[in-house]
């Protein structure tokens, strides 16, 4: 009697078990994904680093190349956006 039990909670456990694996779990974000978020996020810090240091710049020369760098990256951003 007790082996028809222990063969019957087995197989409970099985179909538990089969019943987990057939639940779709939440899916996050997948690594490319992850890194395209980082890679956005680092630029926006520059971006905004880079208007900071356009308001303080005095040299006409500086600005110009901070306004270059300012281009390149909002395109970037707008590159990785799409």
Not at 2 to 9: D, H, I, L, T, Y
Not at 35 to 49: F, P, T
């Amino acid at each position: 009697m007790a082996r028809g039990w222990e063969s019957k909670s087995v197989e409970e456990q099985q179909a538990e078990a089969e019943l987990g694996r057939a639940k779709p779990k939440p899916e996050g974000p997948t690594p490319e994904q992850a890194a395209r978020v980082r890679e956005r996020e680092g630029l926006i810090s520059s971006k905004m680093r880079v208007e900071s240091d356009i308001g303080r710049a005095t040299h006409p020369r500086h600005r110009e190349q901070l306004q270059e760098a300012l281009q390149f990256l909002e395109d970037k951003i707008s590159a990785l956006t799409e």
